[in-house]
């Protein structure tokens, strides 16, 4: 099986930077589709971030275009999230999504991180 392994959040003030990472982390990994980034704030449901295919073509949420940059090693089975100017609205914790992955022994598909918090003080 394949996990989606997170790590990089934080808190930061509000104008600050964080970056987050993930990696799709298994054995005899054959490919790695679209992974992305949600996020979920206490009393909301959980939205998109960003999402990347393996041939580089990348989706944002409206509320973070500009600002946060999705990027992706697919050598490395790994995505990043650069978060720019960040606001306290941008406080929740992060998911890392990863849409399909094929093994030497298996495929399977929407496999998610355990998330990882980011919190932005004003």
Same mark, same amino acid.
């Given at each position: ?11 930061? &003030? ?14 005899? !990994? ?21 999402? !990347? ?20 090693? @697919?050598?490395?089975?790994? !995505?990043?999230?650069?978060? @720019? ?11 890392? @999504? ?18 990882? &918090? ?5």
């Amino acid at each position: 099986q394949v996990q989606a392994v997170e790590s990089g959040g934080g808190l930061v &003030q509000a104008g600050g930077s964080l970056r987050l990472s993930c990696v799709a982390s298994g054995r005899s !990994i054959f490919s790695i589709g679209a992974m992305g980034w949600y996020r979920q704030a206490p009393g909301r449901q959980r939205e998109l971030v960003a999402t !990347i295919t393996s041939g580089d073509s990348t989706e944002y949420g409206d509320s973070v275009k500009g600002r946060f940059t999705i990027s992706r090693v @697919n050598a490395k089975n790994t !995505i990043y999230l650069q978060m @720019n100017s960040l606001k306290p609205e941008d406080t929740a914790v992060y998911y890392c @999504n990863i849409d399909s992955f094929a093994t030497s022994t298996a495929f399977g598909r929407d496999v998610w991180g355990q998330g990882t &918090q980011v919190t932005v003080s004003s």
